[in-house]
């Protein structure tokens, strides 16, 4: 029993507890452009702090506090970016995903955890009726300009995954588009494609810049509304339902998967991206941990296996579905056939 006892520790109940201090620190260091002042060649804290305009003592503590959760390495008191935060966190990089925190740390966001206790008990968010689903959210526009570029990568793996054929005419719904990047990612790589976009009207304004910016807008369309109650029109040879149906029950996601369904043309297929668990709900982490987003968030919603969507793009109509992961990415893929 003694050597038992020596071998528990309650450091993951106090790692877990102080949680919020390593969100502090990312959010402080993307504001300070930190790792883009490193990534500069400034590597000790009197220089980092002298090009971050902040205190040495402030940029020696959180520089210090980066190293240890792995942002950063630390030799003979000069600091440098690990090759993940080079790539990601360097606003000089191609790939920089510090813009993300613009939405991810928005108080419609972080305010749905604060009450997880009344969450729990009730089943679904407590922080308003709908949460981040009520109808022509301004989060949805945040979200649009702040996440671009973290679609972009799963953008491309998509269209590889899809293997389309460049010289064939396309015609793509882009469902709940936001940034609309999957749907202008599509016709990039394929001239002929036409992409209609649905979103709200105040998001789609957003995804009509990124699509003029990709040199598409002239094969670009969109349609203003809920998904739910719009007309979609019909035709299409794919529809893009990525990031979509986690925000709601299983019933509502099939009332809309039927539509989707009556949209498609024979033959066509429905591409959902999405945080997939697997069947025992706990791995892969990042997938299985969705769920929890969705319970502070939003009334309903829930991160679905994919015996789960198999079962409502099924009771839709669907012939088949199919799982495809997705790497490097965190997300996986279900390709449904009419």
Not at 25 to 39: Q, R, S, Y
Not at 157 to 182: N, Q, S, T
Request: glycine share 6%; aromatic share 8%; with cysteine.
């Amino acid at each position: 029993m003694p050597s038992q006892i020596a071998e528990l520790s309650p450091a993951l109940f106090f790692d877990t507890v102080n949680a919020h201090i390593r969100t502090a620190a990312i959010k402080a260091a993307i504001e300070l452009n930190l790792f883009t002042a490193i990534g500069e060649g400034n590597a000790t804290a009197q220089e980092i702090a002298a090009r971050c305009a902040a205190s040495e003592r402030g940029t020696r503590i959180l520089c210090d506090y980066l190293t240890i959760i792995g942002f950063l390495i630390k030799e003979d008191h000069r600091y440098r970016l690990t090759p993940d935060t080079a790539m990601f966190l360097d606003r000089r990089s191609p790939s920089y995903l510090g813009s993300a925190i613009e939405f991810l740390l928005s108080p419609m966001l972080t305010d749905g955890f604060k009450e997880l206790t009344a969450a729990v008990r009730k089943g679904g968010t407590v922080i308003a009726e709908e949460g981040t689903v009520s109808a022509e959210n301004p989060i949805w526009v945040k979200f649009a300009r702040s996440m671009a570029a973290v679609a972009r990568l799963p953008a491309q793996e998509l269209v590889k995954l899809l293997r389309g054929d460049p010289a064939r005419r396309w015609r793509v719904l882009d469902i709940a588009a936001g940034h609309g990047m999957y749907g202008i990612t599509f016709a990039q790589h394929h001239p002929k494609a036409e992409v209609v976009a649905l979103d709200w009207a105040n998001v789609l304004e957003v995804a009509k810049e990124n699509a003029k910016a990709a040199g598409i807008s002239h094969r670009f369309s969109t349609i203003a509304g809920s998904a739910f109650e719009v007309d979609l029109g019909s035709g299409y040879d794919l529809v893009f339902l990525t990031n979509f149906l986690h925000h709601f029950d299983m019933a509502t996601c099939e009332k809309v998967l039927r539509k989707v369904h009556a949209a498609l043309a024979e033959g066509g297929r429905a591409v959902t991206l999405d945080f997939i668990p697997n069947e025992d709900r706990i791995s892969p982490p990042s997938a299985a941990a969705f769920a929890m987003i969705m319970l502070g968030t939003t009334p309903s919603g829930d991160a679905y296996t994919f015996a789960e969507y198999e079962r409502m793009f099924a009771n839709a109509g669907f012939a088949r579905s199919e799982f495809h992961p997705l790497p490097p990415t965190l997300e996986q893929v279900v390709i449904s056939h009419k």
